[in-house]
């Protein structure tokens, strides 16, 4: 994100108990082809005597939902796809129980957020995913896959945040996923342009090691 070249789309888990350990995401392989979003109002009907139409008595606003098709292919490599993405995608329909829900004190699964550059931004939960496999390998490993994936939203806001980069995204908040050879200094210069601002995402993230980045990490980049 932020690199030269395609943005690709990823899923990023946000719920984060311990600062210590990164955020789980995962990146698409192909970005989807199309997005599909889905509003509904909760209307109920009332009564009114003698007359051809009802009354409606508006009783609260539906979660925006969204849904895609992401394309998996991991043949070349010769890999397991579940590996590295589609068992990613199910953990995140897991119960955690390191995230306690404040109303039945039990464990549920994390919230999520869709992001596909700054354009496209959605804090959601996961409802359902469906996966179909449709190559293999000789030994039975599927290596191609199609996976369904619904998300439901759970914070009142547009889906298409704004792209101006000092205004964020979602929440306020924008996420970078650390490749090979990503140095502090060079996203704060992709993100905010501006290399000394390296010390203010290196804080957000409360990192302790600044000079070596895993790879896959999950970074929450502060506004400028």
């Known amino acids: 994100m932020g690199s030269s070249g395609l943005t690709k789309a990823s899923i990023v888990k946000l719920d984060r108990q311990n600062r210590s350990v990164r955020n789980e995401s995962v990146e698409v392989l192909f970005n989807p082809k199309e997005l599909t979003f889905a509003k509904q109002n909760n209307w109920q009907l009332g009564q009114r005597p003698k007359s051809n139409v009802p009354d409606f008595e508006f009783s609260g606003g539906g979660a925006t939902s969204l849904k895609l098709q992401l394309f998996f292919d991991t043949y070349a490599a010769g890999k397991d796809v579940r590996k590295d993405y589609i068992d990613k995608i199910y953990k995140m329909m897991w119960v955690d129980r390191e995230l306690t829900d404040e109303k039945n004190k039990k464990g549920r699964p994390p919230t999520v957020r869709f992001q596909w550059g700054q354009t496209v931004g959605f804090d959601a939960v996961i409802t359902s995913v469906s996966t179909r496999f449709t190559l293999f390998l000789p030994d039975g490993s599927p290596v191609r896959a199609i996976c369904d994936v619904m998300f439901s939203q759970i914070r009142d806001a547009d889906f298409y945040p704004p792209q ?31 290399t000394k601002q390296w010390r203010r995402i290196a804080d957000a993230n409360r990192l302790t090691n600044v000079r070596h980045l895993a790879p896959g990490t999950v970074l929450r980049i502060p506004n400028a």
């Open 164 to 194: 101006n980069p000092t205004s964020g995204g979602m929440g306020g908040e924008r996420f970078w996923i650390v490749k090979e050879g990503d140095t502090l200094a060079w996203i704060a210069f992709s993100e905010l342009n501006d």
